[in-house]
């Protein structure tokens, strides 16, 4: 079967700083990969490029075996692509079932917006897909009244709900709390559980560990290497994360 998505000899260049160089890179279809690399390694320049918002300066870009020339955001966007940030991806002053429908509301019959439907579908999803109880989570809440957990958790039904295929999470659980970033942690899950497939970039080795089926790690611009998680301990990835941070090298 044909990877999800691919980059083939990726590399880009910002004026003379080379942000990635020959990058070799597969997602497979239902995988959740997890991204690691010191800070400057290249994970959200490589996350831009799938994205569509830089475009490479050489290699090519290829969804479900099938070759995309001049990938742009709404491109992406149109091929699966979603990306969760923290925070910047929803409307804080809007309620919550309008930030789920956000751009692709629902109409009735008369072509008027169905704010009834929305708001039962908001509270099915929040409520049945994601686990969400608090008295808070409301249809008619405001977004800005959400914890950083509840608010990455819109982000993630919006982009199971519209048939994302692709989610990328870049250093989601920056700012959460233990608790908050546990929850993340299921989010997570449940997309591998939807049959999605996910990138998941995070500085915490352990939280990538933990969700991802595999795991590429990114020095300098360059694949230093990757492992099936299954094949690798926790100790053992860290020990090697060190090695790649003094050397460069994985082994
Ligand atoms: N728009 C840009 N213009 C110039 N240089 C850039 C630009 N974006 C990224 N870079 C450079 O490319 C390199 C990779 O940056 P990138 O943001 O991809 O790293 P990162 O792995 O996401 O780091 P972090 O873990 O800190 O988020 C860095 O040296 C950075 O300074
Ligand atoms: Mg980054």
Redesign the pocket.
């Known amino acids: 079967m044909d990877y999800r998505l691919e980059l083939r000899n990726v590399s880009k260049s ?2 003379e ?1 080379q ?1 990635l160089e020959n990058i070799n890179f597969q997602l497979g279809q239902n995988e959740i990969v997890g991204l690691l ?10 996350i831009k490029i799938i994205t569509g918002f830089y475009q490479p300066t050489s290699g090519e870009i290829l969804f479900n075996g099938q070759k995309i020339d001049h990938l742009t955001v709404p491109r992406a966007r149109q091929l699966g692509v979603e990306t969760v940030y923290q925070e910047r991806a929803l409307a804080e002053l809007q309620t919550l079932w309008r930030n789920i429908f956000l751009g692709r509301e629902l109409t009735n019959k008369w072509g008027l917006l169905d704010v009834p439907k929305m708001r039962d579908e908001t509270y099915r999803l929040m409520n049945q897909s994601m686990g969400f109880t608090s008295s808070a989570i409301d249809p008619e809440s405001y977004v800005r009244t959400f914890s950083g957990g509840e608010k990455q958790g819109v982000a993630i039904v919006r982009a199971l709900y519209f048939d994302a295929e692709i989610i990328i999470l ?2 989601p659980t920056m700012g959460l709390s233990l608790k908050e970033t546990a929850r993340l942690i299921t989010f997570v899950r449940d997309i591998k559980r939807a049959g999605k497939s996910a990138v998941f ?1 995070d ?1 915490n080795v352990v939280h990538v560990y933990n969700v991802a089926d595999r795991i590429v790690v ?1 020095d300098r ?1 360059r694949i230093a290497g990757e492992f099936i998680t299954r094949d690798i301990t926790l100790d053992v990835l860290m020990e090697k994360m060190i090695r790649v941070a003094e050397t460069g090298n994985l082994d």
């Open positions: 910002f004026g700083v942000a690399g010191d800070n400057g390694a290249g994970k959200s320049t490589l870049d250093e970039i500085h990114i611009g």
